[in-house]
């Protein structure tokens, strides 16, 4: 197995969350290649001050959140603490945007249509699911299929809306690039066994370690 990465990859905000939380960023970067390429919904860096959570791209909606739980005195002060540590863990996706490694893109118009189709409950059933794809995922899915580029989610809807209109696509989720750190030496096993159970306990829902 090759550890070389892809040579494009656009990711959700689901990858980027759990690899940013147990602070893992480098590795991502290591197994998808640099840069990363998300969609605006996913991370704006143009976003200004002030504006409601439900507008918010969904990485700045998630530091709003805990940043949220940092002055909610009806939690635990550990809770806060740890609101804390995770909405700095977070804005780290500031410096890779600055830093050139993470890269916004902006849909363009067939783009915005697949989207917009995956998104209508009406369609649903076109791309073999019962509920349409939520906004992130479904921009994703469409700059995937649209420009040829690695599908990185762990969302099993968007895998099958992928699979429904590029059979043979390529992806990766979450225990399939910890695999392949581990099988290819960028980490031990047992380190990408840890990295999973530290995302678990920030509640990735994989129930399955890399490796048994």
Avoid at 72 to 78: H, K, L
Wanted: proline share 5%.
């Amino acid at each position: 197995m090759s550890s070389k990465p892809p040579a494009s990859a656009v990711v959700d905000s689901v990858i980027l969350h759990y690899f940013l939380l147990v602070k893992q960023d480098r590795l991502l970067l290591r197994l998808l290649g640099s840069p990363l390429f998300v969609p605006r919904v996913i991370y704006d860096p143009d976003e200004g001050s002030g504006i409601k959570p439900f507008a918010m791209s969904e990485m700045t909606r998630a530091i709003d959140y805990y940043g949220r739980q940092t002055t909610d005195e009806s939690i635990a002060v550990e809770d806060r603490e740890s609101a804390a540590l995770n909405a700095d863990r977070l804005r780290l996706v500031h410096e890779l945007h600055g830093s050139g490694t993470l890269v916004v893109v902006d849909m363009d118009d067939a783009e915005w249509g697949l989207a917009a189709a995956l998104m209508n409950p009406r369609r649903a059933g076109e791309f073999g699911l019962r509920f349409p794809l939520h906004t992130g995922e479904a921009a994703c899915v469409a700059i995937a299929v649209t420009r040829g580029w690695v599908m990185a989610t762990d969302d099993t809807d968007a895998l099958t809306a992928l699979r429904h209109l590029s059979p043979r696509h390529p992806y990766e989720r979450i225990r399939k690039l910890l695999i392949r750190a581990g099988r290819t030496g960028l980490i031990t096993k047992n380190a990408a066994n840890e990295i999973h159970a530290a995302m678990r306990a920030h509640g990735f829902w994989d129930r399955q370690t890399p490796f048994a």
